[in-house]
């Protein structure tokens, strides 16, 4: 199953310049996704992080980690994108990054459902460009609805 980026925002309440997942390539339902995050140097974070070099920051690996997730848990309990729909980092585990991302890379997003108890879930995270590992980490979240 491939997932355009309109059904994306049909599922996340992300918004430019916070989406960080561009497409869906491939979803195993109720276990697995792949998403892509194809890194552009007209990002807005690049003017400072570096403006030398620029370096995808790590925390929004995680993030992209994180979004990857929603979508997952969001296909299996049918959640769509609205201001009373929301999701909450509640943990990063066993974070790791193992060599930067730059413009120009694409990066491969594979999360794994983990296990979850009630509104909180848990799902493993790999990051890779070109087939080269650039951040592992297990992230833990809520969704809930707001009033």
Same mark, same amino acid.
């Given at each position: ?8 925002? *049909?599922? @996340?309440?992300? #918004? ?5 997942? *561009? ?13 892509? +995050? =194809?890194? $552009?140097? =007209? ?9 030398? #070099? ?17 979508? @997952?848990?969001?296909?299996?309990? *049918?959640? +769509?994108?609205?201001?009373? =729909? ?7 585990? +066993? ?16 999360? $794994?459902?983990?296990?979850?108890? #009630?509104?909180?879930? #848990?799902?493993?995270? @790999?990051?890779?460009?070109?087939? +080269? ?8 979240? $809520? ?5």
């Amino acid at each position: 199953m491939e997932i355009d980026i309109h059904r994306i925002q *049909d599922i @996340l309440p992300h #918004r430019y310049p916070f989406l960080l997942i *561009d497409r869906i390539t491939d979803v195993t339902p109720g276990e697995s996704l792949r998403a892509l +995050k =194809n890194v $552009t140097v =007209n990002e807005p974070f690049f003017a400072g992080h570096f403006p030398h #070099r620029p370096v995808f920051p790590g925390v929004l690996m995680l993030e992209s980690i994180a979004q990857a997730s929603a979508v @997952l848990v969001s296909l299996i309990i *049918d959640a +769509k994108a609205s201001r009373k =729909n929301v999701y909450l980092f509640a943990g990063v585990d +066993k974070a790791r990054f193992r060599s930067p991302a730059e413009p120009g890379d694409q990066l491969v997003i594979d999360v $794994t459902l983990g296990a979850h108890r #009630r509104d909180l879930w #848990r799902c493993s995270g @790999l990051i890779t460009v070109d087939g +080269k590992t650039v951040c592992t980490s297990d992230v833990l979240f $809520t969704h809930r609805p707001i009033e």
